[in-house]
C-alpha cells in the first residue's frame, strides 16, 4: 500500500455568530466554523480521495497507525484544526490549560493559535488581561457577573496577524474576522460574557482557568506557533514547492488562499483554499504546485 497526501472534508457547524464565507454542507446557517481536521468520537471528517474515499479519518489512522508516526500518541489524536468566520462577536471566554482542565474533570486543556485570513476594517479580538489589573481582580469581576471587557486588551487585527492563545487566557474573536484556528484536541469553552445572548455561562469554571501571564507570543515570520502541543509553519507555494513527509510523525496541510495541486508519485490531486490534507508519516515525497499559501503543522 502507497502513503499519499489525504484530502479531508470538512464538517460546518452552526453558529449564533457565524457568517456567510462558509458553505452550508447540510448545516443550518449561520455557519460559524469549518472543522477541517477533527478525530473525535462524533465528528471525524471524511477522506475524499485515493484509495481511502469515503471512509473517515479515524477509521483510516486505527486502521494504519503507523500513519500516526512513533512521536504521536495513539490513545487520542493531538490536533483540532479549524476556519472561524465571524460575522458578530464571539463571546468573551476561556479555555482552560491542562492543570485546570484536570481539576474541573475535563478532556485535556486547550491552547490555540489564531492566523487572521481576512479582516474587515477596524476588527478586533480580545486577547488577555490589561497590565494593570491583578488576575484576583479579573476573577472577581467574572464572579459578580460584570462585563469583563474593560478589564482585557482590545486588539485591531488585520490579514496575515497571528496570536497564541495559551489555556488560561480571556479571550473572544470580534465580528469581521475571518481565521485559521490549530488547537489542541479540546472543544472545552468557557463562556464569561456573551452580549446578551441567551446562551449559558460558565463562571465559576471560568474564575479557576483564567491565568494573568497566559497570553504567550505572536508570531515572527513564517514561523506561525511552537509549542509543546503543535509547531505551524506559514508556507507559499509559487510554483513548486517540495513537501517531505516525517518519518516519526504526521503533518497536516492547511490551505488558506489559492489553489494548485499535490503531486504523489505518478497521482495529482487538486487542493484549493480551505481543503486540508493529512500527510502521513513516512519517507514519501510530495511536490506541491500552483498558487497556494497553507499552513504546515506537525506535533
Known amino acids: 500500500m502507497m502513503k499519499y497526501p489525504i484530502i479531508l472534508s470538512p464538517i460546518a457547524k452552526t453558529r449564533v455568530w457565524g457568517g456567510e464565507r462558509l458553505s452550508a454542507l447540510g448545516a443550518e446557517p449561520p455557519i460559524g466554523e469549518h472543522w477541517v481536521l477533527s478525530v473525535r468520537e462524533d465528528d471525524n471528517n471524511k477522506i475524499t480521495n485515493g484509495e481511502f474515499s469515503g471512509k473517515s479519518i479515524d477509521a483510516v489512522l486505527q486502521e494504519h497507525p503507523e500513519f500516526l508516526g512513533t512521536d ?75 462585563d469583563p471587557t474593560p478589564y482585557l486588551n482590545k486588539v485591531s487585527v488585520k490579514a496575515g496577524d497571528c496570536y497564541f492563545i495559551a489555556g488560561g487566557t480571556p479571550h473572544a474573536i470580534g465580528g469581521g474576522n475571518y481565521i485559521c484556528e490549530i488547537q489542541q484536541n479540546c472543544d472545552t469553552t468557557y463562556r464569561i460574557y456573551d452580549y446578551g445572548r441567551p446562551r449559558e455561562l460558565h463562571l465559576g469554571q471560568a474564575a479557576v482557568s483564567i491565568k494573568k501571564n497566559a497570553i504567550g507570543y505572536t508570531n515572527k515570520g513564517n514561523l506561525l506557533a511552537k509549542c509543546e502541543y503543535f509547531t505551524s509553519e506559514l508556507v507559499t507555494v509559487d510554483g513548486e514547492t517540495l513537501i517531505d513527509a516525517m518519518p516519526k510523525k504526521f503533518a497536516s496541510l492547511t490551505i488558506v488562499k489559492g489553489n494548485g495541486c499535490i503531486i504523489a508519485g505518478d497521482d495529482e490531486y487538486p487542493v484549493c483554499e480551505r481543503d486540508s490534507v493529512f500527510i502521513p508519516a513516512g519517507e514519501e515525497k510530495y511536490l506541491l504546485c500552483g498558487n497556494i499559501e497553507l499552513i504546515k503543522t506537525t506535533i
Open 72 to 146: 504521536c500518541a495513539k490513545d487520542k489524536f493531538p490536533l483540532l484544526i479549524k476556519f472561524i468566520d465571524s460575522k458578530e462577536s464571539l463571546s468573551i471566554q476561556v479555555h482552560p490549560d491542562d492543570i485546570s482542565a484536570a481539576e474541573l474533570g475535563e478532556e485535556c486543556g486547550k491552547t490555540e493559535m489564531w492566523y487572521i485570513i481576512d479582516a474587515e476594517p477596524e476588527s478586533y479580538i480580545y486577547f488577555g488581561i490589561k497590565d494593570e489589573y491583578s488576575e484576583d481582580e479579573v476573577k472577581e469581576a467574572i464572579l459578580s457577573g460584570k
